[in-house]
Nanobody, 124 residues
Framework: QVQLVESGGELVQAGGSLRLSCAASGRRFSAYSISWFRQAPGKEREFAAAISWFDGKAYYADSVKGRFTMSRDNAKNTAYLQMNSLKPEDTAIYYC?????????????????WGQGTQVTVSA
C-alpha cells in the first residue's frame, strides 16, 4: 500500500509559477512511477506529466510541454511538478498517482494509487 499526499496548489496569476509536491509513504517509493493528472470542472481527468521509476525519464502532455517539469527525490519519497508560465486553462485539481509500471504512465485506469488532489487556480 502507498499513500500519496499532494500539496502546493493555490491561486496564482497567469504567467506565474507553482511547484506541486507529491509525498509518498508506505512501500518503497523508488519502485513506483509517478504521474500527475488534472481535472477541470466538467471535464474528464487528463494526463499532465509522469516520471518512470525505471530510468527517471519524464513524459509530458503536449499542453504542458516546455512549461512543466517533473522530478523526483527518492531519498525524500517525494515527486515534484514545477509549473511555469501558467495559463488560466491550467486551472484544475491536480492529482498524483503511483504505479509499478515503467511505461503506459498516461492512462488513468492503469494507476494503482491516488492522492486526494490539490487545487490550482490561475487567474487571467
Amino acid at each position: 500500500q502507498v499513500q500519496l499526499v499532494e500539496s502546493g496548489g493555490e491561486l496564482v496569476q497567469a504567467g506565474g509559477s507553482l511547484r506541486l509536491s507529491c509525498a509518498a509513504s508506505g512501500r518503497r517509493f523508488s519502485a513506483y512511477s509517478i504521474s500527475w493528472f488534472r481535472q477541470a470542472p466538467g471535464k474528464e481527468r487528463e494526463f499532465a506529466a509522469a516520471i518512470s521509476w525505471f530510468d527517471g525519464k519524464a513524459y509530458y502532455a503536449d499542453s504542458v510541454k516546455g512549461r512543466f517539469t517533473m522530478s523526483r527525490d527518492n531519498a525524500k519519497n517525494t515527486a515534484y511538478l514545477q509549473m511555469n508560465s501558467l495559463k488560466p486553462e491550467d486551472t484544475a485539481i491536480y492529482y498524483c498517482a503511483a504505479t509499478t509500471r515503467m511505461n503506459n504512465l498516461m492512462q488513468v485506469d492503469l494507476m494503482d494509487y491516488w492522492g486526494q488532489g490539490t487545487q490550482v487556480t490561475v487567474s487571467a
